[in-house]
């Protein structure tokens, strides 16, 4: 498997020369309406990315009071808005907005998140990693997939992409017993874990050593980020954390952007 950080950047430089071709901007508009610092250098990556390819990012922050009403007017002027490629509405959520109606509201041609149920696009972590499998030949026909964690952007999407490609896909959670846990892992080629528990995978664990990981979980211990899989693992491949996921996650959006430019062309 190539590293991650220069598979990304090969990637950014190969849209970087495709957007050279294109007469009209592409333009990702970002919606935000929290103060959440990790929303805002999660945003502050994803502006970057988008300098970094020749995209034009803007950061639309509104009112944290905003009411459900208000942010549908926003939303629609979006959806309509011709010179907008894509849009995405960072999450958290103030209290007051509902976030699984918000989502059903953006233009799933514009939907570049994969938020909502008709988008045309894939979620961002799930889409990144397999987009990174397929590029480094990973053989996915029968092979046993395990996933650690069951949320709503990461662990159930990726069961069912994965599902798609013929694997056999276990998904295990807080319920699951730690001895059934060790037997998952024994057995697993790929292992997806996204639980947000510092080193939750560890060498106490008897793991397939041919397994490739892909650790997501993002943990801070004393103000250094770590995932959720100890770093030396005796494993085929396990991804970094920093420079890992989160790259991968960063690039869909980017590849989605290029992909809703082209549908509407
Ligand atoms: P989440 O909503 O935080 O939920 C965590 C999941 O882990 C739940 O399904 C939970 O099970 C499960 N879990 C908790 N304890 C467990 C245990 N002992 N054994 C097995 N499973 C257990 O999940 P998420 O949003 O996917 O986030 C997970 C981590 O990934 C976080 O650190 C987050 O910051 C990170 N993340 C990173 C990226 C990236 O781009 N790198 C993207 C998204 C998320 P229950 O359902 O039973 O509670």
């Known amino acids: 498997m190539e590293m991650i950080i220069e598979y990304v950047n090969n990637k950014k430089q190969f849209l970087l ?151 056999n896909v276990t998904i295990t959670h807080s319920h699951t017993t730690k001895e059934d846990l060790e037997f998952y892992l024994k057995h697993a080629d790929l292992v997806i874990v996204a639980v947000g528990k510092p080193y939750f995978i560890n060498k106490t664990f008897q793991i397939n050593n041919n397994a490739v990981i892909f650790d997501v979980g993002i943990n801070r211990i004393d103000g250094k980020l770590v995932g959720d899989c100890e770093h030396d693992l005796d494993v085929k491949f396990l991804s970094p954390v920093p420079k890992g996921v989160g790259l991968l996650t960063r690039l869909s959006l980017l590849l989605n952007l290029m992909e809703a430019y082209k549908n509407g062309i």
């Not at 495709?18 to 103060?35: C, G, M, S």
Request: hydrophobic content about 40%; proline content about 6%.
């Open 17 to 167: 020369d495709e957007i050279k071709k294109i007469k009209e901007p592409l333009k990702l508009v970002i919606v935000q309406i929290n103060d959440d610092p990790a929303s805002n250098a999660y945003i502050r990556g994803k502006l970057k990315d988008l300098a970094e390819i020749g995209a034009i990012g803007e950061l639309l922050k509104l009112d944290i009071n905003i009411t459900m009403e208000e942010l549908k007017k926003v939303i629609d002027k979006l959806n309509n808005d011709p010179t907008v490629t894509g849009f995405i509405v960072q999450m958290p959520l103030p209290k007051q907005l509902n976030e699984e109606t918000i989502k059903e509201w953006i233009n799933p041609d514009k939907d570049v998140d994969g938020f909502n149920s008709k988008s045309l696009f894939k979620p961002a972590t799930p889409n990144g990693i397999i987009t990174y499998l397929k590029d480094n030949k990973f053989d996915f026909d029968g092979k046993n997939a395990l996933i650690i964690g069951r949320s709503n952007i990461v662990g159930k999407p990726m069961a069912k992409l994965l599902l798609n490609l013929n694997m």
